[in-house]
């Protein structure tokens, strides 16, 4: 090792005090790296695992394959396993059918849970069993309860309405397109979306359908990422026995060898009908391979087309590393800077027994190199362990927050990642340790003589120090000849305002400037460190946030009405009443109240609303779909309250006003957005009710060629499309005044915060008074005009979203019996969904998941909190021990207690003024970088510091220099200048 390493191991275990603090400032800062990494890796990890599990591990899945392609594929080196549905054809539903639900039901295999191997989720039975026989069939809970009054050869048909045991007939034929003659030009798979439309010039229909008798014996749930969600058909499931000939298959695929995103689309353009098939026409444009392609899942891969969400991980880490390393530095540097100036002595008088600046300098890199080999395994061990408890306490959270459940998340550990972790340890260290070992091979023995300095003065410091002094003589000749004092009117501005200790104050921080950069860094590096800290922790609470909801009530009853023909709003209304009186009947069992939403198209002026999809005219009108939530009495009562508005001027049914919810939080599946969709209050017209065209489906509100507002019909089965003037397409509408813009939600209902529709909040009562007026404006029409559908605000393919919410003693047990009364009491009653969420357990779950992210920022924000006290305890402690001999010259010169705490006090405050200023500069730097990356996921927020840690930050800060300084004087117990200089000697 030699006599410098020798050297080296000495000084450590002589300041023993000083290597502890470093080698533990060496393992915390590799701690919290490796925790950091560790974290991401096996969130990362669980996220992948999580998709696996709901959606399934296939990669790539294409329909309409023929038995040939179904071996081509199988047989292909890219294709590691494969699950076949077999795909028997596609009915289409009777048109009373098609108001509620979508126009066509596709009939598939389903595979049980041996055979999709995990490739596939088997879908989840709500009531029933899967079916044992190709005639036996597993049918969506969506369609529960209707009545297919089809004539079995061209439109299904059942034998009373859909339950179990209920036969059913399904004319299964296949999707084909044809253009504007009639005349086919391909065939549609059944994932392909629909064609027809303005500008396809195509329109579609069922080629061949053959009647096809089946037996309902089961209902599955929705949700399963490989059932048919393209807007056009619901999927009904049968068992493969072979005795049912089947028109094509489709098949889910994982892949081996593929690296990118273009392998996987060049693999499935290679299988897809696309590549297969000759001309579909000039019109005709195919569905994008990317949708079938499993990219969420590919997307934990890092194999998407959506870079985005990775960039904004690696800022996020790369930001919360470099605060890391930033602390590490600052903490360990200046325990090495401490260290050399305190054998400033001892290294100079080895320069000058004949040691080279070259071995000075590598006994402090030994030293680095020592506490090194100790402080960094340490860090990663406890980095693991740290990142293991953490998760061990907050598994359930965690795998609530990333949709995870069955088992608990697990600490992935990574070689590459302990390698990087302790790559930037080293590196740490070496940038502590990089300047003190230079100025301490700069020490010589009359330098060590002259001074015990904190900091050895650089050449440029002394370049500096000479032109001073020459600039000093220059003005003090020019004030003699002037017949001023040569002390100057800054220094007697100085005594003059703040006396001796103030002047002495300044002179101390000029003339050692370095102490006093080190002292204003310290500080500045602590602050910044803990505003950041603050803002890191308020981006983990609203990412908590806005990742979980508040419940309503202990229980919640969801209702979606589909009204059939028939159907009134007054009738529909008073189902849901007796559902709710019957609910009340279970012992146990309140009312928290309730909410009606639905969609409806309302005119605006055009600079009154900022939504995207909005449809502007020329005369400056616009067009805009509104969510339009109806509460219950006593809830808009105390809404009206809390924003400090007037309940009279909101109490009129007959005239209603609205409230608009204009902080809204809408998601793309990857990313979320604030936005305020209405830029001030005004009056909306909604559109209640339209007229009816045959054959039609409901109108869309587009502007033509002249620049206005028209109603489009399209027709059902072919291109054509016919626009109305809005004025004759309406039947009725309704004059709402918008008399407040809110920026929360009526208590307990978050969840309206959560939409891409501008949102309106109207009393319940108002409900039925524009629905009544709706239907008196129908009936004063033509004899013969019909709405398009059945209930007045209710359109096509629309719904009334209906939530019921209860306080209960017991949630669990009140929710499964609420679920059995509800379920009898709609059993004959067609076009209503039920739903019943145990709210208690939701709240439970959004406690833990919020519990889980605030321990993961709270752990972090401790730990940096405490190397940054440490930081500027260690380093202003530390500066006045080694001022003894100063502080007891002037004690001998006759200072007093009282001056010299002055004196004292004024350098703590030029420290603090500076130090705060310099850190709550750094800290919006950072803390602008980390709301950049947030905004990468998150857009649409404000920007600005937490006022409470910017707070809390200085008064800390304050408070950790204060007891800094306290302590260093106190170790300074010398009373005179012969006691300082004999211990000094010593």
Avoid at 283 to 289: C, N
Avoid at 733 to 747: D, K
Avoid at 825 to 848: T, Y
């Amino acid at each position: 090792m030699g006599v410098m390493g020798s050297y080296a191991l000495r000084s450590l275990r002589r300041a023993r005090a000083r290597t502890v603090v470093c080698v533990a400032g060496i393992a915390l800062s590799c701690a919290l790296i490796t925790a950091i990494l560790t974290t991401a890796l096996s969130l990362c990890s669980m996220m992948y695992e999580s998709t696996e599990q709901i959606e399934g591990s296939w990669e790539v899945g294409l329909s309409g394959l023929s038995d040939s392609d179904v071996d081509r594929l199988k047989a292909d080196g890219r294709t590691a396993d494969t699950v076949v549905m077999r795909e028997y054809g596609v009915a289409q539903l009777p048109s009373a059918e098609q108001r509620g639900h979508m126009e066509r039901l596709a009939v598939e295999s389903s595979p049980s849970a041996s055979t999709a191997q995990g490739i596939v989720v088997p879908p989840q039975i709500d009531s029933g069993r899967m079916p044992e026989n190709s005639h036996e069939l597993l049918m969506p809970v969506a369609l529960r309860g209707e009545l297919l009054a089809g004539d079995g050869r061209l439109e299904a048909r059942s034998q009373g309405k859909i339950a179990l045991d209920c036969p059913v007939t399904l004319p299964l034929g296949e999707r084909v397109a044809k253009d504007s003659a009639g005349a086919k030009t391909h065939r549609l798979t059944m994932s392909d979306s629909p064609v027809y439309g303005e500008g396809s010039g195509l329109s579609e229909s069922i080629e061949g359908p053959a009647p096809a008798e089946f037996t309902v014996v089961g209902f599955y749930l929705p949700g399963s990422a490989w059932q048919l969600n393209n807007g056009v058909m619901n999927l009904a499931l049968t068992c493969d026995d072979g005795a049912l000939a089947y028109r094509g298959s489709t098949v889910w695929a994982t892949t081996t060898g593929l690296v990118s995103l273009d392998d996987f689309k060049a693999y499935a353009q290679a299988f897809s009908r696309d590549s297969q098939e000759g001309e579909r026409g000039a019109s005709y444009v195919p569905d994008s391979l990317e949708q079938s392609l499993h990219l969420s899942l590919l997307r934990y891969r890092g194999i998407t087309g959506e870079e985005q969400i990775w960039v904004t991980v690696a800022a996020i880490l790369g930001i919360l590393s470099g605060v890391v390393i930033v602390a590490s530095v600052s903490l360990i540097h200046t325990g090495f800077a401490i260290s050399v100036s305190e054998r400033t002595r001892e290294l100079g008088l080895l320069s000058s027994l004949g040691a080279s600046r070259r071995q000075i300098r590598c006994s402090i890199c030994i030293e680095a190199l020592v506490l090194a080999a100790v402080g960094v395994p340490s860090g990663l061990i406890i980095g693991l362990t740290g990142t293991w408890v953490v998760f061990q306490l907050t598994g359930e959270g965690l795998a609530l927050f990333m949709r995870v459940s069955g088992h608990a998340p697990e600490v992935v550990i990574s070689v590459w990642v302990l390698g990087v972790a302790a790559l930037l340890s080293l590196v740490t260290i070496a940038l502590s340790a990089l300047l003190p070992a230079v100025r301490a091979g700069r020490a010589s023995a009359i330098d060590a003589l002259r001074s015990a300095g904190f900091v050895h003065l650089s050449r440029a410091e002394r370049r500096r120090q000479r032109r001073a002094s020459r600039r000093a003589r220059r003005r003090a000749v020019r004030l003699e000849g002037s017949g001023a004092r040569a002390g100057g009117a800054l220094d007697r501005l100085r005594l003059h305002l703040s006396g001796v200790p103030g002047y002495l104050a300044h002179r101390n921080l000029t003339r050692a400037s370095s102490k006093s950069h080190v002292a204003v860094a310290s500080i500045a590096v602590s602050v910044a460190l803990l505003v950041i800290i603050g803002s890191f922790v308020q981006d983990m609470d609203m990412l908590s946030r806005v990742a979980g909801s508040t419940a309503e009530g202990d229980v919640r009853v969801s209702l979606t009405v589909d009204p059939r023909d028939g159907a009134t709003l007054a009738g529909t209304l008073d189902v849901v009443d007796g559902l709710d009186a019957e609910l009340l009947k279970i012992d146990g069992v309140s009312s928290n109240g309730y909410r009606a939403t639905t969609y409806i198209e309302g005119l605006v002026p055009s600079e009154m609303i900022a939504s995207s999809d909005m449809k502007s005219a020329a005369d400056g009108t616009a067009c805009a779909s509104f969510m339009v939530h109806f509460i219950d009495d006593a809830s808009w009562r105390a809404y009206v309250r809390d924003l400090g508005l007037s309940e009279a001027d909101y109490a009129d049914a007959t005239h209603p006003r609205a409230i608009a919810l204009n902080r809204v939080i809408d998601s793309d599946g990857s990313s979320y957005r604030y936005s305020a969709p209405i830029n001030h209050v005004g009056t909306v017209e909604l559109l209640t009710e339209f007229v009816s065209r045959p054959e039609a489906s409901s109108p869309s509100i587009e502007v033509d060629e002249n620049g206005n507002l028209v109603a489009t019909y399209y027709t059902r089965s072919s291109a054509e499309k016919l626009q109305v003037a809005l004025t004759d397409a309406t039947v009725a509408s309704a004059r709402v005044e918008i008399g407040a813009l809110a920026q929360s939600a009526p208590a307990g209902m978050s969840t309206l915060m959560r939409t891409q529709q501008p949102s309106l909040v109207l009393p319940e009562s108002a409900l039925r008074s524009i629905g009544a007026d709706a239907l008196s404006a129908l009936a004063a029409r033509a004899p013969g005009t019909k709405g398009t559908g059945p209930v007045p605000l209710i359109e096509p393919g629309s719904s009334l979203i209906v939530d019921l919410s209860y306080l209960t003693k017991d949630s669990a047990r009140a929710s499964e019996k609420m679920r059995r009364t509800a379920s009898d009491q709609l059993a004959e009653i067609g076009g209503v969904s039920l739903s019943v969420s145990d709210n208690a357990s939701a709240a439970r779950e959004s406690r833990l998941m919020y519990g889980a992210l605030q321990i993961f920022a709270g752990a972090f924000a401790i730990i940096i909190g405490l190397i940054a006290v440490a930081n500027v305890f260690n380093t202003l402690s530390t500066s006045f021990m080694l001022r003894r001999r100063e502080f007891a010259v002037l004690r001998s010169l006759g200072m007093g207690p009282h001056s010299f705490r002055r004196m004292i006090a004024l350098e703590c405050a030029s420290y603090a003024v500076r130090g705060l200023a310099i850190g709550l500069a750094l800290a919006s730097a950072v803390g602008y970088a980390l709301y950049s990356a947030i905004s990468m996921s998150i857009s649409g927020l404000p920007f600005g510091l937490p006022l409470f840690w910017v707070a809390f930050a200085i008064g800390l800060a304050l408070f950790v220099l204060a007891v800094s300084v306290a302590y260093g004087l106190r170790r300074c117990r010398a009373d005179s200048v012969v006691e300082a200089l004999h211990e000094d000697v010593l």
